[in-house]
């Protein structure tokens, strides 16, 4: 299982996954930080950086924050 670190930045103009260090990214998604929307495209980024279907990710803290833990069974 594999634990990272997000800086999550939502209603963005472009898209992105970017490794800041160690256990640190920072995720951009378009999509806004209301009714789940956001953390749904973050989690549907993290699926295709890392190559695994959504149901292997997991945000385990900071739902309704910007800064989250997520897990990856990998």
């Given at each position: 299982?594999?634990?990272?670190?997000?800086?999550?930045?939502?209603?963005?103009?472009?898209?992105?996954?970017?490794?800041?260090?160690?256990d640190l990214y920072r995720?951009?998604?378009?999509?806004?930080?209301?009714?789940?929307?956001?953390?749904?495209?973050?989690?549907?980024?993290?699926?295709?950086?890392?190559?695994?279907?959504?149901?292997?990710?997991?945000?385990?803290?900071?739902?309704?924050?910007?800064?989250?833990?997520?897990?990856?069974?990998?």
């Amino acid at each position: 299982m594999l634990r990272i670190k997000l800086k999550v930045i939502a209603k963005a103009k472009k898209e992105e996954v970017k490794k800041l260090s160690g256990d640190l990214y920072r995720v951009k998604v378009c999509a806004p930080p209301e009714k789940g929307k956001a953390n749904k495209r973050v989690i549907d980024l993290l699926s295709e950086e890392f190559d695994v279907k959504r149901q292997y990710i997991k945000i385990t803290s900071g739902v309704t924050s910007n800064f989250k833990t997520v897990e990856i069974e990998v």
